[in-house]
């Protein structure tokens, strides 16, 4: 960061002056504060900023623009999505295939679900636990367990922006390479946020502390050209309240959190050449919040358990199985094991994985929207829809899946329950979520405010590959080979 006042007199400088006349030219942001709103839905958002209930938003300096129409990458899970959000492409080339997958080529195919248990959350904050019921957080680990799973040769935009001699710093995202500082949860904070699925209040003291955390580190390290601000407990307070608690969380806490920080901020960087960015990773669907409608493991395995060759089922383990379940909310993945064959490596056949997809189809008694199954080595994927009772547009979504997932890691078979009559396939009563390829789960927040930004509310499709180039083009770098493209922003 040192070396940016020289490059300002050098020959570049002389350059841009040279189009001066030019005024999108001149406009370059030194600031980006990136903020990450986990689950956010995009109506909800937008109403409340349009009836004055986000003021910290409509007090941002300069023009707003606001897309209408931005979506998420298929699939709509957290760890995917985050990953796409910063690295600017698709799951297919970042390679966090969802909040649990499987290494099918891996030494041992090992099975990873970043939320799902206690040791790898711990592990994607760079913590070991050892001695479960202690719980004894120990800080031997330098890389997260997510950033570590980031395919070599994708780059974060905090490493972009640092190539470019650019600061950046992270508060308590599960992503976090490159980052010149990373602010993560302490362990404390990470219990309350699991007890924040059982009482709520404790969602509000982690973000709290990430709010509190993220200034102290600001007042003592500077604060750098990059600052991502991540508000995970959103998603579930939709989760477990629906969408009038995360209205309620939006309003009442995230409003408040985030008006401390920026006011930070405001102090420090300079407001007239600092970009501000709102998205979210993904929306919500509300479901039937009863027993009834949780479509079980059971249940699945036992259609799974028709097809000749497969017999056990087993969560979480792949070693000495044939087949294996990932449910997510409102898609579960399934796994294969080719039949007669010693490993997972070897893909299974499409006529096996037809089946399988034509079976659930067929027995899914309303429970499922739509089945999608891979056919083969070309990794590309047929969506059943049955009698399509969700409405979906069959030929959009599997453009998109066979755009953005085609890979050796991506599950065999997917099955997306009924969102229409309220089903999931959560464990447990719930009362929204995602994973779907419904357009709730796929549509997202993305609004731009600064000085010289646009104040226009865009129809434009936008995805959110397209944040991070579109931050490092209005910051002066650029992010190679990205799936996404620099979206147009400036007056
Ligand atoms: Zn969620």
Redesign the pocket.
Known sequence: MFFQEENSVGPQANHISQRGADPISEIQFKTCVIINID?CRKDLLYRLIDESRMPVLGKLPGGSLRFANAETVFPTA?FAAQASGLTGVYPCRHGIMSNMWMDRRGEETPVYDYTGSFFDAAKVYRYNLIGFPTLVFADTVETGLADSHLSDGVKTIYQAAAENNLTSVTAFHQFEKGASRRVRPRPSDMIRYFFGNYFPGQFEVFDESMTTRLITDMQEHGTPDIIFIYFAPA?GTD?WQGEKGQEKYLEEVINFKLERIIEFIKEKREPDSTLYVVYGDHGHSDVSEDKEHCISVKWMSSVIGSVPGFERISHHSARGKDALIAPE?GMAAIYLKKPGCPNWGVLPDEEICRKTAENFIREGNGRLGAVAYRTGESLEYRLLAGNNPMNINTDAIISKINREYRHINAPDVMLFSNYSEGWHFYKQPLMAT?GNINPGDLEIPVIFYGKGIKSKIDTIPVQIVDIAPTIASAMGFSMDNTDGKVLNIKE
């Open positions: 689950g957290t998603d989760h909310g995602h």
